[in-house]
């Protein structure tokens, strides 16, 4: 059984959210199996006044609509046509910011994680195989079946898709500039991606100097 994390977690500012992000679970409770994965990696955009973040200058759209809504709820949009995102809306009504996230460690469901991302059994997958199951924001989602139509503006509070705490062992959490927003100016030098230190399903290593 595991214990949600209340709405008050995710109305705190968003920075503070990321960063407690990182070792709490996602979790997906059908009525036959959950898909668990330990939160190793996460994004914090920070609306209005962030160049990176889709809700910037105030920008309001049919796409974006659920980052304006209560914290707490899921904002999962789609990227390059294929791949599904999946955020966490943090602060409150109208402050449009969330918290992407980025990796997880699979911790139960591996078959159904493998058939969704492989269509092979677990067991029949090869090491690098086994890090690529969801070592990435697109890879996580496909991983535990997460898609724009089902699941944006989804509430996290439910019993299907839900964030919840754990009390697994996690190493140091780090900071370092986010990751593919090049062209967001000055934007893309904030320290606001939060990952666990030597965690192996970290979608991307580390500069040597973030450490």
């Not at 990176?52 to 390059?80: D, K, L, S």
């Not at 009390?167 to 904030?190: C, F, M, N, Q």
């Amino acid at each position: 059984m595991y214990e949600k994390i209340p709405r008050t977690f995710f109305q705190q500012p968003t920075l503070k959210v990321a960063a407690s992000l990182v070792g709490k679970l996602l979790v997906i409770q059908g009525d036959m199996e959950k898909i668990v994965g330990k939160i190793v990696e996460v994004e914090a955009y920070k609306g209005p006044d962030d160049r990176a973040a889709h809700t910037y200058g105030g920008r309001r759209t049919t796409r974006n609509e659920a980052m304006f809504g209560e914290a707490g709820h899921a904002y999962v949009y789609i990227i390059y046509g294929i791949h599904h995102c999946i955020n966490c809306v943090t602060v409150g009504p109208d402050y449009p910011e969330g918290v992407l996230l980025r990796a997880v460690e699979p911790l139960e469901g591996l078959e159904t994680m493998a058939q969704n991302r492989f269509q092979q059994p677990y067991e029949s997958l090869t090491n690098q195989q086994r890090l690529q199951l969801t070592n990435g924001p697109g890879k996580l989602s496909q991983a535990f079946g997460i898609t724009k139509h089902a699941y944006n503006g989804h509430d996290l509070q439910s019993d299907t898709l839900f964030i919840a705490d754990s009390d697994r062992h996690t190493h140091p959490v780090l900071t370092s500039p986010r990751i593919g927003i090049d062209s967001s100016g000055e934007a893309k030098h904030y320290p606001w991606r939060f990952y666990e230190k030597n965690q192996i399903y970290v979608s991307k290593a580390p500069k040597p100097n973030d450490e």
